[in-house]
């Protein structure tokens, strides 16, 4: 039979085991619900950031296209197309566009793009003066993201 002593000390090791553990679980709830909020709150912080960028940097491409739809040389008839397109490359170099085109208003493309655009959304709106942005999606060459802003 054990002593009355070791009993004793048996229970007063087991409840004092029982206690760490409550209160580490304790702990551990507590820790991970505060990094939960902190995450959410952070990645809050991050959505609201990026979609002003974004926001922030289509405003900038729109205000390109229709900086460059209305350039004099862009809209003078008397100035040639390859000073057109050497104005437009000015402006692909300037802000790193994998892409531009000078389209007329039947859709006919000046640089040589065997699209016709006459159907698509972006030409449609450009025709009625509005400034128009597409949903990014996957470029054929390359795969890159991209948005065709038009003026």
């Known amino acids: 039979m054990k002593s009355l002593k070791s009993k004793i000390l048996t229970l007063i090791i087991g409840n004092l085991m029982a206690m760490c553990a409550i209160l580490g679980l304790t702990a551990l ?13 952070t990645t809050k912080e991050t959505v609201k950031t990026t979609a002003l960028y974004m926001q922030t940097e289509l405003e900038k491409h729109k205000n390109i296209a229709l900086e460059t739809g209305y350039a004099k040389e862009m809209t003078d008839p008397n100035v040639s197309i390859k000073q057109k397109k050497e104005t437009m490359q000015g402006k692909a170099d300037t802000f790193g566009y994998i892409g531009y085109d000078l389209v007329n208003k039947k859709g006919k493309s000046y640089f040589g793009a065997q699209t016709k655009y006459e159907d698509y959304a972006f030409f449609k709106e450009a025709l009625e003066g509005n400034t128009y942005v597409s949903e990014p999606f996957a470029y054929e060459e390359g795969g890159d993201m991209v948005v065709v802003v038009s003026a």
């Open 29 to 41: 709830l507590i820790t991970n619900n505060g990094l939960l909020r902190s995450i959410e709150k």
